[in-house]
């Protein structure tokens, strides 16, 4: 089988860095044309002359993926531009620092968090189907959620809420457009070092070996991880997937729990007496 977007279009969120920056290159190395909503202004040419220099048709537009009046008018923009959709990627998502217990967060910070990982998928996705079926059967709608999603996380609640929600909403609406031959369906990476979480500033000098045997493969993702996925996804390789997600975690899920032992034993006994996340 032949992996190839040539002749689709694909709309990425949040493409200036990251994850979906890796997202958007990947499908425009393979033929896709790549429309980008971004709502970081400084961000805006600098992507565009990145995915343009690597020989890819792109369209990026400043856009607030929260504000349904921006993202009509985007979604206008990209028809007007590309005459169709095939793909789109919902990457927005942010924790937004908020790392606290319930009783202290403000209903402010609940509502932002709600917007950025739950209601603009929302927005952005009823904007974008009418176009998605308009280009006619094997559309793929891909959501960015997170691990967080698939396990209890304290000390952050309303994201860890949310982003079970994007499971709701990506089950719900696969088998909505079913009918339409569009499929839906979830990318859920673990801790992925990129420029909304650098590494280097979670770990605690000395204590990399030590949050690394988290991991049962033995390292934190890379955007590039979850750009694979979204290759999957986003191709005819997925044809009969819907309603499902690819949890992009190096097999931490499945440990539940399960550390390594500096010597490589696994065991459910805590192995580290202070945390190695942190200042």
Not at 107 to 116: C, F, M, P, Q, V
Not at 249 to 271: E, F, M
């Amino acid at each position: 089988m032949e992996i190839t977007l040539s002749g689709k279009v694909a709309l990425v969120t949040g493409a200036g860095a990251g994850i979906g920056k890796a997202i958007a290159e990947a499908l425009g190395a393979l033929g896709a044309k790549i429309a980008v909503m971004e709502i970081d202004a400084k961000k805006i040419e600098p992507t565009q002359a990145a995915l343009s220099g690597a020989g890819i048709d792109a369209l990026v537009l400043q856009t607030d993926v929260t504000k349904a009046a921006e993202v009509n008018k985007a979604i206008l923009e990209i028809c007007r531009k590309f005459g169709r959709l095939d793909v789109l990627v919902n990457n927005v998502g942010h924790h937004l620092g908020s790392f606290k217990t319930l009783e202290t967060m403000e209903e402010a910070e609940i509502d932002a968090l709600y917007e950025i990982n739950l209601k603009h998928l929302f927005i952005v996705t009823k904007a974008a189907i009418p176009l998605i079926r308009k280009s006619g059967p094997g559309g793929s709608i891909i959501n960015v959620s997170s691990i967080e999603g698939f396990r209890g996380s304290p000390y952050n609640i309303a994201y860890t809420a949310f982003k079970h929600g994007v499971t709701g909403f990506t089950r719900g609406l696969a088998i909505e457009l079913a009918n339409d031959g569009i499929r839906v369906n979830t990318i859920a990476p673990e801790t992925t070092d990129s420029e909304q979480v650098p590494l280097a500033m979670f770990i605690r000098p000395g204590f990399e070996a030590a949050a690394k045997r988290t991991i049962p493969l033995g390292r934190f993702g890379v955007p590039n991880d979850s750009a694979g996925a979204a290759v999957y996804l986003a191709t005819d390789l997925s044809a009969w997937v819907t309603g499902t997600t690819i949890h992009v975690d190096g097999g931490g899920l499945a440990a539940a729990g399960l550390q390594r032992t500096p010597s490589g034993a696994w065991t459910v006994a805590p192995v580290v007496t202070e945390s190695a996340m942190g200042a």
